[in-house]
């Protein structure tokens, strides 16, 4: 795709005409993919009918989980979550007395697609608790931090009231999911991780279905929200993002388990919601989506400083054990030294971030490098790393939730269950 692609002219086959914001500033756009270009194998340019899909895809939504959320309203909310529940809970008590769409959306998720192997997942997931604390880091830094710089999917926070609800919240649920789907069988049918992403996929549909009908919402400009291009972009930042800002950052994976986590996360993507038209079979063909799916993406605008700056003063509102003043302060400038590493000055300067050194991955690298390299030369020493790690992953939960840690452990609310309510 070439910049001369951009047309208003009508479009065929009764295509509607792409929201305002897709790929409305491709320079700026190709600035911000730039360094993602160096690290794709051939020509990722689009072509003109893969340009034309995505942009279709901006008004398309979730079918399956629209239909749910229609009938929740129209059954009410408070009677119908609590069906939602147990139907998930059981779906082998479903009959033909339960509401359609309902049926419909269990029978649909219940059970695993074809091309779905349990072991590599179990591999990807085993692979992503081995980066331990790190992983977390990078995950937050590489893909919500830098994500913040396409404002069009800012505005679905903009106008839920979002940006006022705080960043430390936002990080803590997000890492609380994240656990649950690396959590050995977390993905397995009932598993907390396959529950969760459920709860995640209706909490987007009953946004969708709330902005949709607001009149503040632009849907000439933005087109519907939580569509499929912005879901894959999400999808997108939780495999492929996270894979290369750990082998940025000095952290070795091998093929099979790029592999691996690229096959779990294509299952929970398409758990989710995200077509799997827009979904990818390895690290390679991710890269490619990544690139296009960045050059359809509004710029930086004020939303992206609102959020970026908010991210930036999380690390100052953890639970911290102790030492807390200093913690803080040290996890702040550790994380925007991260930032500065993957999204450059020019980056950080559209994010409303102050102008640092990426001293800390600098530091990092060799040794993250060496103890990769070790931990895959020495045989028995993996399983015992993994273990120690997966107990920083959640150790580090606790201080950004508290005490009593993870609402899928402790059977706390989902975020989606108190919009529902």
């Not at 609590?82 to 359609?100: C, K, N």
Request: aromatic residues 8%; glycine residues 10%.
């Amino acid at each position: 795709m070439r910049d001369d692609h951009k047309s208003t002219s009508p479009l065929p086959g009764g295509l509607r005409q792409p929201p305002h914001r897709f790929g409305v500033d491709l320079k700026a756009s190709r600035q911000m993919a730039s360094r993602l270009r160096l690290l794709v194998r051939g020509d990722p340019e689009p072509d003109q009918p893969t340009w034309a899909a995505m942009g279709q895809a901006l008004w398309e939504g979730d079918t399956l989980a629209d239909e749910l959320v229609a009938w929740m309203h129209e059954f009410g909310m408070a009677r119908a979550w609590p069906l939602f529940e147990q139907a998930l809970a059981a779906p082998h008590r479903l009959s033909d007395a339960t509401p359609a769409a309902l049926r419909q959306f269990v029978c649909r998720t219940a059970g695993w697609p074809d091309w779905v192997r349990e072991d590599v997942m179990s591999e990807g997931a085993q692979a992503l608790r081995s980066t331990g604390l790190h992983g977390m880091m990078v995950l937050r830094d590489a893909g919500l931090m830098a994500g913040y710089q396409a404002s069009a999917i800012n505005q679905t926070l903009v106008m839920t009231g979002s940006l006022h609800k705080g960043a430390q919240r936002r990080v803590a649920e997000t890492t609380s999911w994240w656990l649950a789907c690396t959590e050995e069988g977390g993905m397995a049918p009932g598993g907390a991780g396959f529950m969760m992403t459920l709860c995640v996929r209706v909490m987007h549909a009953l946004v969708r279905h709330q902005l949709s009908r607001s009149p503040k919402w632009d849907a000439a400009s933005l087109g519907v929200p939580v569509n499929q291009l912005d879901m894959q972009a999400t999808y997108l930042a939780f495999s492929v993002v996270q894979l290369l800002s750990l082998k940025t950052t000095g952290v070795w994976l091998s093929r099979r388990e790029s592999q691996a986590v690229m096959h779990l996360w294509r299952y929970i993507g398409w758990l989710m919601g995200v077509d799997e038209r827009y979904l990818c079979d390895d690290e390679q063909q991710g890269r490619t989506a990544l690139y296009q799916n960045v050059l359809s993406q509004a710029p930086a605008d004020e939303s992206s400083v609102l959020l970026g700056q908010a991210l930036m003063d999380e690390p100052l509102q953890r639970l911290y054990p102790n030492l807390s003043w200093l913690r803080g302060r040290f996890n702040k400038a550790r994380h925007l030294s991260l930032v500065r590493w993957f999204v450059g000055p020019k980056g950080m300067r559209a994010l409303g971030l102050p102008a640092t050194v990426p001293w800390y991955p600098l530091l990092a690298m060799g040794p993250f490098l060496l103890r990769s390299l070790v931990l895959h030369a020495v045989p028995g020493l993996m399983p015992v790393w993994r273990r120690w790690a997966g107990q920083r992953q959640r150790d580090y939960l606790k201080v950004l939730m508290g005490p009593h840690g993870s609402p899928h452990l402790t059977g706390g609310a989902h975020p989606a269950k108190r919009q529902a309510g």
